[in-house]
């Protein structure tokens, strides 16, 4: 027999992975759900972030954004085309960020969700600006209410990254 190649074990893990967040973020009930979108999951995030780290920034951006695009056909929210593409493909593929700091993955943690705020933020301005209270800058708004659900999922992700860490599963089956 001849040994599986690299690719197809990445592409492989990367399946079972994307697989792994839609019954973390989408078939289990969310912890706590926000109005217009977002929630507070059981580690959701942290299959896409752990893939990230053990197979680097493009595997992580790829298979983020390939978790965005099922988690949009899973029942996405879309008000405008480039909207959808903000906050599904690219928020999500930006958890993938968190490959470039394998040496340091609490922070690879911290700095994928950084840049998957960062879609949701922009998309928020730019699209859900209408949804802050009145007399609220549409900017504060997007900041506080994507902010207010990401820093909890980055607390549970770092935590869980970190243990992983620890326990040295971070390259396990490598």
């Known amino acids: 027999m001849s040994k599986i190649s690299s690719k197809t074990k990445i592409l492989a893990e990367g399946t079972v992975i994307v697989a792994l ?42 298979v983020g954004a390939v978790y965005g695009l099922v988690n949009m056909a899973l029942g996405g929210w879309i008000a405008d085309p480039l ?10 593929g930006a958890l993938g960020l968190a ?12 700095i994928g969700i950084a840049g998957r705020f960062l879609a949701h933020f922009v998309s928020g301005v730019w699209f859900f600006w209408m949804y802050a209270p009145e007399g609220m800058n549409p900017v504060v708004y997007s900041a506080i209410y994507n902010g207010g659900y990401l820093v909890v999922e980055l607390a549970i992700s770092a935590i869980i990254i970190f243990i992983i860490e620890k326990r040295g599963l971070l390259d396990i089956f490598l």
């Not at 490959?99 to 911290?110: L, M, S, V």
């Open 99 to 110: 490959g470039i700091f394998r040496k340091y993955p609490p922070i690879g943690a911290a």
């Open 83 to 92: 909207q959808a593409v903000i906050d599904y493909p690219i928020a999500f």
């Open 21 to 62: 967040t839609v019954i973390l973020r989408d078939i289990l009930p969310p912890i706590y759900h926000m109005p217009q979108g977002g929630s507070v999951t059981a580690a959701g995030m942290v299959p896409i972030i752990w893939f990230a780290l053990r197979r680097g920034l493009r595997a992580g951006l790829e």
